[in-house]
């Protein structure tokens, strides 16, 4: 009885917590698919962090948020996280945001004269 009282609290606590990382985890519907956009500029800030890096960087007289590829994939194709500190010049190209116009899913970015494909 009482092994059945520990499976039954961990199986409700494992569905607890994958309810809860599939929720924040966000999906790429939320992203205008056909309409493809190219971006240049200077980045600001940069998170190389889990699930998806991000670049922060102004072009077009606009602050842009990029959504990159998870890190370990970013490193498997060629981009280090010491490729994108701030001050770095990239090129992006990705998709806009249905709601947040400021950010945009990247498809590829051009870096250090290499263009690493992100998805």
């Known amino acids: 009885m009482k092994i059945f ?3 039954l609290i961990f199986g409700l606590f494992s569905i607890v917590l994958f309810s809860l990382t599939v929720k924040a ?17 200077k980045v600001t ?5 889990h699930p998806h890096g ?6 077009d007289g606009k602050e842009w948020i990029v959504i ?4 370990f994939r970013m490193e498997n194709r060629g981009l ?11 090129s992006v190209e990705g998709y806009i945001n249905r709601t ?10 051009m870096v ?8």
């Open 25 to 41: 985890h966000h999906g790429w519907s939320e992203y205008e698919q056909n309409k493809l956009v190219k971006l240049s500029g």
């Open 112 to 119: 250090n004269n290499k263009t690493i494909e992100l998805r």
């Open 68 to 71: 990159l590829a998870p890190p």
């Open 80 to 90: 280090s996280k010491s490729d994108i500190t701030a001050g770095s010049q990239v």
């Open 100 to 109: 947040k116009l400021n950010e945009v899913r990247a498809e590829r970015i």
């Open 54 to 59: 991000f670049i922060k960087f102004d072009a």
């Open 5 to 7: 009282k520990l499976l």
């Open 45 to 49: 800030q940069n998170g190389y962090e």
